[in-house]
Each structure stands twice: as structure tokens, then as C-alpha cells.
């Protein structure tokens, strides 16, 4: 079991390369990472439930993910063809597209879970 474990540090390392690779050359992941600091925050303050966290914890991956896959596909592109083409642009900005997506979803489902509860502790205070 201990070799095994071993034998899948590389694959973790690599997998920590590309998040830091994302987190240090895309600014909206700094702006990923504010937010989800914020709701996580704000979550605990509002001491949501479980079925709530989770909805949470999955918007905000899929905001992380789509950001990664967004980064490795820009990189893909510029390794294949670093001029510029116009299928490569409509590649970028269909996948930039697709983070923007997640990241409204995210928003709604931010807003739907976190609104109701924190608008009962600021305004309707006990």
C-alpha cells in the first residue's frame, strides 16, 4: 500500500505544477481565489449545512476546473500554432467563454445559498 501511495506522488506533484502554473500566469484566477476565500468564509459565518457545502464546493470547482482547462487549452494552441489564426482565436475565446459560464453559474449558485441566510443575520437581526 505504501509503495502505491509512493508510486502516485509524482502524478500530485504534477497536478500541483499546473494549478500553480494557473494561479501564476491567469489573473482571474487570483480573482477565483479571492471569492472562493470570501464565500468559504462566509460560509462558516453562516454555518451552512452540509447539502449546502456541497453545492458550494461544486460551483467553485467547476469555476477551477474550467479555468485549468482553459489555460492547458490556450498553452495547447500556442504550442500547435503560435501565429495567430482564426480557428485558434475561436478555440480561446469558445473556452474563455466556458469559464465565464461557470463562473456566473457559480454567482447564482452563490447568491441562491448564501443570499437567504445572510440576509436573515444582516437585516433581521435576533
Do not use: C
Request: aromatic share 12%; hydrophobic share 60%; glycine share 4%.
Amino acid at each position: 500500500m505504501i509503495s502505491f501511495l509512493r508510486s502516485r506522488l509524482p502524478a500530485f506533484r504534477h497536478a500541483f505544477s499546473g494549478l500553480g502554473y494557473v494561479l501564476r500566469t491567469q489573473k482571474n484566477a487570483w480573482i477565483h481565489a479571492l471569492v472562493t476565500f470570501l464565500v468559504i468564509a462566509l460560509g462558516l459565518w453562516l454555518r451552512l449545512d452540509l447539502t449546502r457545502w456541497a453545492l458550494l464546493i461544486f460551483a467553485i470547482g467547476l469555476v477551477w476546473l474550467s479555468e485549468a482547462f482553459n489555460t492547458a487549452l490556450e498553452a495547447f494552441i500556442d504550442l500547435v500554432n503560435p501565429d495567430t489564426h482564426p480557428l485558434a482565436r475561436i478555440a480561446k475565446d469558445t473556452a474563455a467563454a466556458a469559464v465565464l459560464v461557470a463562473a456566473i453559474t457559480a454567482a447564482i449558485i452563490g447568491f441562491l445559498i448564501l443570499g437567504p441566510p445572510l440576509f436573515q443575520k444582516i437585516i433581521v437581526p435576533r
